[in-house]
């Protein structure tokens, strides 16, 4: 039987944990992003967060400064085939001419009806502002939240034959937590509709609807036939968070440069390279679609025949590695992409 | 020598001060209150509290759902005779007019530079928007902060002859603590600029930038000289956030119906009856100026000749008697205004 420390044996060994604990924490809490392979892009985010949450350090960052931005479709989640919200819309016309007959005849909502793949794939831009705009406004914010909540807990993904809620990025999802772990704000910084994503972010992404950052329209205030108050979304654009929207969007709605900012897109060029321009430790990333076989594989990786969601240039990863962002590699970097693979 | 305690009384006394503080925790909080008098207000806020976050309670509200809002000008500090925010930009004129030389002779800049206060008693509120889109936009975001900071250092009270920072209500801001650790998320909500505020909430509120909703114009994305990306304020308005521009914009920058809300003017009714139709327990409250002498006095109270600045009318009033809100009298309900005062 090995004899009992003593008490003052104790306390060494007490002050020494305490010492190695002080002197590695970033080593310490690298456990905390299990399903990121060693490499480059993983170290960057384990020397970003030792570099600006260490006390006394040259690139200590104040915890209410410590802001983090991360695009969803593609960087949080699956955006391929096509964008969950897309779908929503595009599976809410036949409620929305229900309630106006007179659409039934009208483009584009008559293609969409006639579910021709065909003539779905020519819809242009401006038939998808329209579809969006009939789908997503004219309804009060509760009666909104509702339909989304009732969709999302129905859908599923062609591929995966599962929620839109489980295609999250396993390594994504860890990086959201070992940041907030480290005095980080996590915001979602969104192309998408930013009441639609308010729907489920706290719930999937442990991100509150008030650290949404998305496209936002008006809405109109107004009284019910009870007399209470009611708010009705408007078809009225306030903010489109893409491209330059996504930094002027973070100043509307944070009023704070990140520290740290993570994207997939050209649209989340500006929030990225606004992210790095600041000074001290700043971290941007750039999630590289390069596994056709576990995901997708698009961008400079490959290009997907059929789409253009999502893809980045080779002018955006020319200027990341100019500019000293990190390229994440899907395909190198992450060693599972889905919480439900073994 | 009075007996040691054996072990077992000890923990007999420990339980019973842990049941005592289990069965009263709202009446040992309300000493978070030092500056109300007794009464019904201080009652409404204290009993709010107790009904939202003793758990199990019928209206026990998570912690993620306390939201609370607060009009600024006249609720959390004073707003006679004239916002600093409006006297900020009057008093940036001069710089204004040097960087553009043919604004010297147009009005209503010339009636300003004149400072004939008839004149300048004179401008019309489309005179006021003229100035206040040359004053707080132009520039970049971060010169606007630095401005914004260096005069805030400066400026002083003409009565008391303090900054207005020192101008804020002492029991308010005890209502600020006490929400704060009572789990709630507190927000200012202010006709106000937003980018303003923001430049000192955090060190006078406690309230960060990122929980500042006010009134929102856009930005523009752009690169300085250097290649360096920055956002310059534009005099686009996106958010006019007074009446129902507060709700509305309450459902753009976070997201969710507050629960509590507190305000003193017209251009606060919306908010408070949309916090107060909201289901559970709401708290809605408004401030009542009703003391000339330590503060002012004016809304039903008694109308002050020269200004309608914040004054709420006796419809107001009377909608809150029959809503439910809860009126503070300045002169019944504090006990001290000013944490300078002794």
Excluded at 159 to 182: D, F, G, H, I, S
């Amino acid at each position: 039987m090995p004899p009992i420390p003593s008490v003052s044996a104790f306390a060494r060994i007490l002050a020494l944990a305490v010492l190695l604990a002080g002197s590695a924490p970033a080593l310490a809490q690298s456990d905390a992003l299990p399903s990121w392979n060693d490499g480059p892009a993983k170290q960057a985010i384990v020397d970003f967060v030792h570099a600006t949450t260490t006390e006394g350090a040259p690139k200590f960052v104040p915890p209410a400064e410590r802001i983090a931005t991360f695009d969803q479709d593609g960087t949080l989640w699956v955006e391929h085939p096509m964008y969950a919200q897309v779908r929503y819309c595009l599976e809410r016309v036949p409620a929305v001419v229900e309630a106006k007959p007179e659409l039934a005849k009208a483009e584009p909502f008559k293609a969409v009806l006639s579910g021709n793949r065909e003539a779905m794939a020519q819809l242009s831009m401006d038939d998808l502002f329209k579809i969006l705009a009939a789908t997503l406004t004219g309804i009060s914010v509760d009666e909104f939240s509702a339909e989304v909540k009732k969709w999302m807990a129905s859908a599923k993904d062609p591929r995966w034959k599962r929620p839109y809620t489980e295609l999250t990025y396993l390594p994504m999802q860890e990086v959201l937590k070992y940041l907030r772990a480290n005095g980080y704000k996590t915001y979602i910084v969104t192309g998408g509709g930013q009441d639609f994503v308010r729907q489920y972010s706290e719930q999937v992404y442990g991100i509150p609807p008030e650290q949404v950052v998305g496209t936002a329209g008006g809405t109109q205030y107004g009284y019910g036939k009870d007399g209470k108050p009611f708010l009705t979304k408007e078809p009225k654009l306030l903010l489109n968070d893409n491209d330059a929207g996504k930094p002027e969007g973070i100043h509307l709605m944070i009023g704070r440069r990140p520290h740290a900012a993570f994207g997939n897109s050209d649209g989340d060029k500006q929030m990225l390279e606004y992210t790095k321009a600041g000074d001290g430790a700043r971290l941007s990333m750039l999630v590289l679609h390069d596994d056709a076989k576990r995901e997708y594989a698009y961008g400079p990786a490959q290009k997907l025949p059929d789409t253009k969601i999502g893809a980045f240039t080779q002018a955006l990863y020319d200027q990341a590695k100019k500019q000293g962002w990190t390229i994440i590699s899907m395909k190198k970097d992450w060693k599972r992409i889905f919480a439900f693979e073994r």
